[in-house]
């Protein structure tokens, strides 16, 4: 605009001036937000009062108002607040991730007292923390098992849930204790599995310890405690002798005496494995009686092996269960001999006669007797009672011949009277010891000893019996164990047995194979002999190692416009187990349509188009080895578009401390 100033006097006195008016933005603009949305993530254990991120909104041109910031919606339960000049947004309250997991809120910017506001969207993340342990629907429960399952079977299946998500929701399982190694878990799907068959003989009850892990760090656990009922017993063992067949006894043993000690065993349990004994055959003149429930067998009369001089007694063993199962044995008891008889002469009365003037030697008779006795006791020898005129002649002690001993003269005696007795007679045996020279060295049953093992063996556990003999006696030939050569603390020898044992637990992929070599010494305490032998152990693998990824978490920048079945990542994980123990598979835990993962490269493939530039997501990936019980781990893969959304920020904007002077370096 142009201006005149004119004055009143006569002269007309004039004076232009140029105005420039500006014309100011009125309330009708609003102060625009510099982003359309906000995204920001909070832990859920934010303490009240954490900064969460801030909002800002740009004045209008030339705008002398101030602009001033509130959420008006998404907010009601008032967690969250919003510095009104700053556009800082705090928590006010504790938050729950299970609870809300995502808070979607609407924040207006308003320029000084003008009604017109402008608006944002702010997608506030609330992060996960590990603060829900898994929960099992019950404390304890019970596991019906049978002992004709066999292993394999699946006999329970543990269940729990974790409010948690991500890995602080994946839950694995393991048996924390346990009475006996007849079960297995499968660490992720909870499947409790025999690995053998369990009979009600070893034992009534078993109680296990199963424990539900997440995968938090550090990670939470619930305990749920699984009893198996006694299992029933069913009468499927029939007894067994183990006592030997055949017995001795001597003939003049008393009425009462014990012949031999019947034993059977029966693995089953209660009247299915109580046995008696009974005599089936054998016993018709009724010589034995058998005790059926000790299994003793004693005489019940005089024996007498002339009479008869072995028995074969049909011994059956009966169990109680029902239907009853029975074994059965022929048990042969030998009578022995003992000198009870007396030699009887064939005749009482021998007579002959004999020509006078002969030479002496002249044959004149031969007497024969009998013993029943057997063996030495029926041994006979003859001699001539003293007597008139036993003088002349002379007896064959072993054949019972009578020749003379003189020539005989008739007229001086006509008739001879001779007593041809059997004596009888015992034995003695004579023992002669020839003491032992320690010429032999003892001698290993091989050159060499191989054994595998598992790595898993606990400690103290026995992998080998080395036995070594020595022909020698007494100290000489007692044997003795040693080990020489470095077993790096895994192995000792039981010096008198010769069995290995481990001393530590073994570790295949820190030692696969141990190489030394064993001794074994005979006890002579003046020199001794020794001899050594090569002993290997191979440690074979169990599958005690988790796979292992090389990078976690996976952060991916996808551009927008990546074509589909292109691949976007590959992950990589490690196994140190061996074969199968070691091999591993990839997989995606909550698998959806927009990525695809290969399971043996670890390709993580687009399936469909991205439908916007801002997407962004985090895929689970498992790596499980192919174990019998596979063992897995988890990485986190972030899939982002706009790169420049992916920004770290401090929680606080301000952090303040104090320290006192003269403080130590390094503390905190």
Do not use: W
């Not at 054949?399 to 004596?423: C, H, K, N, W, Y």
């Not at 003491?435 to 001698?443: A, C, K, Q, R, V």
């Not at 990485?635 to 706009?642: K, P």
């Amino acid at each position: 605009l142009t201006v005149s100033a004119r004055d009143g006097g006569g002269l007309l006195s004039a004076s232009n001036a140029a105005v420039t008016v500006n014309i100011l933005q009125t309330v009708l603009v609003p102060a625009i937000f510099e982003r359309s949305r906000y995204s920001f993530s909070v832990p859920e254990d934010a303490p009240e009062d954490s900064v969460i991120g801030t909002v800002k909104a740009r004045e209008p041109p030339n705008s002398l108002e101030v602009v001033s910031y509130r959420i008006c919606s998404g907010d009601p339960h008032g967690k969250f607040s919003i510095d009104p000049q700053f556009g800082i947004i705090r928590t006010k309250k504790q938050l729950d991730h299970e609870a809300q997991s995502v808070v979607v809120l609407t924040v207006q910017s308003q320029l000084g007292n003008s009604l017109v506001y402008s608006s944002t969207q702010v997608n506030i993340s609330v992060t996960d923390i590990n603060d829900n342990p898994p929960v099992f629907p019950t404390k304890s429960d019970k596991v019906t098992i049978s002992h004709t399952q066999p292993p394999g079977t699946a006999v329970y299946i543990a269940r729990a849930e974790d409010k948690d998500s991500g890995l602080n929701g994946a839950i694995k399982y393991s048996i924390a204790s346990k009475q006996s190694d007849a079960f297995s878990i499968d660490p992720s799907l909870g499947v409790l599995n025999l690995t053998r068959t369990v009979f009600a003989e070893k034992q009534q009850e078993y109680t296990l310890h199963i424990a539900a892990e997440d995968c938090g760090s550090p990670p939470l656990t619930s305990l749920l405690i699984c009893k198996s009922p006694a299992i029933l017993d069913i009468n499927d063992n029939s007894p067994s002798f183990v006592s030997l067949p055949l017995s001795y006894v001597m003939e003049d043993v008393e009425v009462g005496f014990l012949v031999h000690h019947i034993i059977a065993k029966d693995p089953d349990e209660g009247r299915n494995g109580q046995v008696t004994y009974h005599i089936l055959s054998g016993n018709e003149n009724k010589a034995f009686v058998l005790d059926k429930i000790t299994g003793l067998l004693t005489t019940a009369q005089f024996l007498d092996r002339e009479v008869q001089e072995h028995y074969s007694l049909t011994i059956i063993a009966l169990d109680e269960g029902s239907p009853a199962l029975s074994a059965t044995q022929v048990l042969t008891i030998i009578v022995l001999d003992v000198n009870d008889e007396t030699p009887v002469f064939l005749k009482q009365l021998y007579e002959t006669a004999v020509h006078e003037n002969r030479d002496p030697g002249e044959f004149v008779i031969r007497v024969e007797a009998v013993d029943r006795d057997a063996g030495l006791n029926s041994l006979l020898q003859y001699e001539i009672l003293p007597g008139a005129g036993y003088e002349k002649f002379k007896m064959n002690s072993d054949s019972g011949e009578f020749v003379t001993a003189a020539s005989l003269d008739r007229e001086t005696q006509e008739v001879f009277s001779i007593e041809g007795s059997p004596s009888r007679s015992s034995t003695a045996q004579l023992y002669l010891s020839v003491l032992d020279e320690n010429d032999h060295s003892p001698l290993f049953a091989k050159t060499q000893y191989q054994i595998s093992v598992t790595e898993d063996l606990k400690e103290g556990s026995a992998i080998l019996e080395l036995s070594a003999s020595d022909e020698d006696a007494g100290l000489n030939g007692e044997v003795m164990y040693s080990l020489i050569d470095d077993t790096y603390g895994a192995f000792a020898i039981d010096i008198v047995t010769g069995s290995i044992i481990t001393t530590k637990a073994l570790d295949r992929e820190t030692k696969s194979q141990y190489t030394f070599r064993a001794v074994a010494s005979d006890c002579s305490t003046h020199f001794p002999r020794s001899t050594t032998v090569s002993v290997v152990v191979h440690v074979d693998d169990i599958n005690d190692n988790d796979p292992v990824f090389l990078q976690n978490p996976i952060r991916v920048f996808v551009p927008a416009e990546t074509a589909v079945n292109e691949t976007v990542a590959t992950v990589r994980a490690e196994d140190v187990d061996l074969g199968s123990n070691g091999a591993i598979v990839f997989n995606l835990m909550m698998a959806g349509t927009v990525f695809q993962i290969d399971g043996k490269t670890g390709d993580i493939v687009l399936q469909e188009p991205l439908d916007s530039k801002d997407f962004s997501t985090q895929l689970l990936v498992t790596a499980s080895d192919q174990g019998i019980a596979p063992r897995t781990a988890t990485a986190v893969v972030i899939v982002f578009t706009e790169e420049q959304e992916e920004v770290i920020s401090f929680s606080h904007t301000l952090y303040e401390a104090s320290v006192p002077e003269n403080s130590a370096a390094g503390g905190h």
